[in-house]
């Protein structure tokens, strides 16, 4: 069980209330676990990645285990304990006025 | 009695406004996607109800949002907008070519008469149509990729395709505008278009009579003359007689012809309104004075409307989505400030109050009439 945690406009967005929990049969990537959330919250396509190319959006971060992981490549085996569920992966909107 | 319906779209969120006819008591409802940008919220012409919502930020990209309940609840729907076909490269702001790429929705417009067609205005310019109610959309390629889209080039804010007039005669004709490249229309559906610029003469550009990289603010029609056009230019009040074919320069004795909105009375199709704003360096409204101008000619003589409004110490903008109309009898008129005030008029334009003072920076305001 991958934990999920996404900033409050998408949680907003997608009418989650909390982390989010998802399945993931084997290497468990930065890539899998938003395709994962991706197929359960369909609305949240392009809000995350952008839909042509894939790349994440250039004002979000992917954080877990306190370390930035924003700019590991997609398929990148996540941390240990973010793939036992000990460890949240972490969907930031990066710190950027508003 | 009729009730009225303000869609206000704000840097914040969007609010509703609700009124009855006497539209002397409203109520506030909002903020719905708070904290999000909503560059328009419209309503089907054909069903009042079914609204769309552009909803955008610059960390999590474009929403669609759609109602159909008026309001009461909302639904994301596609969000997924494409470039068809090669992407191709229009100027930037440095006089470089640069590849077309996808901001956010500024206007949707839905069809007079299905409340499942809707089209939306992107920046980087182009124009989408969704007929499945938003679900999925189509890029309308052919204006995109006209010959003249190389010399596209953005304005301030963007390159915006920001309005989009449905003709009310002629099911095959649109107009849009595109900031800084002008006005265009089409004929077929948008299988072809043509620049529709004849008349325009901008100092800010190398040829002040080119045939595109005109600043056209906003465009305006009267649904009952559907060939004549009102346009507020980067500077410059204009008026076409043949859908476009040819303008001239209708600002006459306004105090400057800079300026954002344009609209047209719901009844007299030769009152129009503008809001005056002291320059392209300076976007705030002149000598501190609230002031929207009324011309009951069609143009050139124009009056001040400034009963209710603030006249001291005021430098608000109002931006080129933030004016509307409603069609009772008693004509209504509204706009929205950067500064977040919604002032209303119930009678044309004579007086005004203020409906909601301390929103976010207004980005548009749409009227709708409800049974």
């Not at chain 1, 967005?13 to 990537?29: C, F, N, P, R, Y």
């Not at chain 2, 679900?135 to 301030?156: M, N, V, Y």
Request: one cysteine or more; charged letters at 25%.
């Amino acid at each position: 069980m991958i934990r999920v945690v996404l900033p409050p406009h998408l949680r907003n967005l997608a009418q989650i209330s909390g982390e989010v929990s998802v399945d993931i049969s084997g290497a468990v990537t930065q890539r899998r676990v938003l395709d994962a959330i991706e197929e359960r919250y369909p609305m949240l396509r392009g809000t995350i990645r952008d839909r042509g190319t894939g790349q994440r959006r250039a004002y979000v971060r992917f954080f877990a285990c306190a370390e930035d992981l924003s700019n590991e490549p997609p398929d990148t085996p996540l941390p240990a304990r973010v793939a036992t569920g000990e460890e949240p992966f972490l969907v930031v909107g990066a710190m950027a006025g508003g | 009695m009729s009730r009225v319906r303000l869609l206000v779209g704000t840097r914040k969120g969007a609010f509703t406004l609700t009124a009855d006819g006497t539209r002397r008591d409203w109520q506030v409802s909002g903020p719905h996607f708070g904290g999000w940008e909503i560059y328009h919220i419209n309503g089907s012409p054909a069903d009042p109800d079914r609204l769309y919502a552009s909803q955008s930020s610059s960390w999590f990209g474009q929403v669609i949002q759609r109602s159909d309940d008026g309001g009461q609840s909302w639904q994301p729907v596609g969000n997924d907008f494409t470039y068809t076909g090669e992407v191709g490269e229009h100027l930037w702001y440095d006089g470089t070519p640069r590849p077309w790429e996808f901001k956010r929705i500024w206007h949707l417009e839905p069809s007079r008469t299905d409340p499942d067609t809707v089209y939306a205005g992107a920046e980087d310019a182009a124009l989408y149509r969704s007929t499945d109610g938003g679900q999925k959309w189509k890029e309308l390629t052919a204006l995109r990729t006209h010959e003249s889209g190389p010399r596209w080039q953005p304005g301030a804010g963007g390159m915006c395709l920001h309005t989009i007039i449905l003709d009310p005669v002629d099911p095959d004709r649109i107009f849009v505008a595109i900031s800084a490249a002008g006005a265009f229309r089409t004929d077929d559906g948008g299988a072809t278009w043509q620049p529709i610029n004849r008349g325009l003469r901008s100092a800010q550009i190398p040829d002040e009579d080119a045939e595109v990289g005109h600043c056209v603010h906003r465009l305006a029609m009267h649904p009952s003359r559907p060939e004549v056009l009102f346009m507020q230019k980067h500077w410059d009040v204009m008026r076409s007689d043949d859908a476009g074919g040819s303008w001239r320069e209708i600002s006459g004795d306004l105090p400057t012809d800079f300026g954002f909105p344009i609209i047209v009375h719901a009844h007299e199709p030769d009152t129009v309104y503008v809001v005056p704003i002291t320059s392209d360096s300076e976007h705030y409204v002149p000598d501190g004075k609230l002031r929207v101008y009324r011309s009951r000619s069609g143009g050139d003589e124009w009056q001040p409307l400034t009963t209710g409004l603030p006249q001291a110490n005021c430098y608000v903008n109002v931006l080129r989505d933030a004016m509307a109309i409603d069609t009772l009898e008693d004509c209504g008129i509204y706009f929205g400030t950067t500064g977040g005030q919604v002032y209303g008029s119930a009678d044309g334009g004579d007086s005004w109050a203020p409906i909601v003072r301390d929103l976010p920076a207004v980005l548009s305001v749409e009227a709708q009439v409800l049974p």
